[in-house]
């Protein structure tokens, strides 16, 4: 089956760095993907890692170690927008399903 | 600006009523999906498909039935909605590179 493990809460203060840790289990797996939902919002687009490394996107950078099943979203100089959910998914080129974790609360606080 | 469309915010429905949640996208993407999204569960599959006509099922689809009759259009149909079908439901659709996901804005469903 599919599974993918983030933990449910983080919390940080602002300007700090934060990693949000994602594992998962595939089959076929094509890439690995980051989204963002604030609250009574629905998700957007972060990052996609199809490759072994970091992509970096202004404050925010994804890595992902294939080998590993494993991938992580660092976020830096953290500001208070950034509180919301974070959630990591996968697509599996088996069954053609995009697949999400269920979620990571970041708290950022002043 | 790409956009998913879903046709209502919120929507309250009787138990034993047939519910349809319709969404549309604009962007000619070939993969399309339906979540619900539930307080500690994340996002869970209930059906999506990939062309016109084909649909699959996701993780959860019992009581949820799917309708792609045209590319731009994905209908998920709920045939005798149940209290435990009271959710937050977001549609998404992903081109062929499969790399982002655009979501619709959700429809909260309360079934009283």
């Known amino acids: 089956g599919q599974?993918?493990?983030?933990?449910?809460?983080?919390?940080?203060?602002?300007g700090?760095?934060?990693?949000?840790?994602?594992?998962?289990?595939?089959?076929?797996?094509?890439?690995?993907?980051?989204?963002?939902?604030?609250?009574?919002?629905?998700?957007?687009?972060?990052?996609y890692n199809?490759?072994?490394?970091?992509?970096?996107?202004?404050?925010?950078?994804?890595?992902?170690?294939?080998?590993?099943?494993y991938g992580y979203l660092l976020l830096q100089e953290l500001q208070m927008k950034d509180s919301a959910s974070y959630?990591?998914?996968?697509w599996s080129g088996a069954t053609n399903k995009l697949i999400f974790g269920t979620g990571t609360l970041l708290a950022v606080q002043p | 600006d790409v956009k998913v469309t879903q046709s209502s915010r919120y929507l309250v429905k009787r138990t034993g009523?047939?519910?349809?949640?319709?969404?549309?996208?604009?962007?000619d993407?070939?993969?399309?999906?339906?979540?619900?999204?539930?307080?500690?569960?994340g996002l869970r599959l209930i059906y999506f498909s990939y062309d016109v006509k084909m649909k699959e099922k996701g993780d959860i689809p019992e009581g949820y039935s799917v309708s792609r009759e045209k590319k731009e259009r994905?209908?998920?149909?709920?045939?005798?909605?149940?209290?435990?079908?009271?959710?937050?439901?977001l549609c998404a659709s992903v081109g062929q590179l499969?790399?982002?996901?655009?979501?619709?804005q959700g429809t909260r469903l309360t079934v009283v």
């Open chain 2, 29 to 41: 993407h070939e993969n399309m999906f339906w979540y619900r999204q539930d307080p500690g569960l």
């Open chain 1, 50 to 69: 199809a490759l072994d490394g970091l992509e970096e996107t202004g404050r925010f950078s994804s890595f992902l170690s294939r080998s590993d099943s």
């Open chain 1, 87 to 90: 959630f990591c998914a996968v």
């Open chain 1, 3 to 14: 599974s993918l493990e983030q933990p449910s809460e983080v919390t940080a203060v602002e």
């Open chain 2, 98 to 104: 499969n790399t982002e996901a655009f979501f619709g």
């Open chain 2, 74 to 89: 994905f209908s998920l149909i709920l045939e005798s909605a149940s209290t435990n079908q009271t959710s937050m439901y």
């Open chain 1, 16 to 47: 700090a760095i934060v990693q949000i840790n994602c594992t998962y289990q595939t089959s076929g797996f094509y890439g690995l993907s980051w989204y963002q939902q604030h609250d009574g919002g629905a998700p957007t687009f972060l990052s």
């Open chain 2, 17 to 27: 009523e047939k519910v349809f949640l319709e969404c549309v996208q604009d962007m």
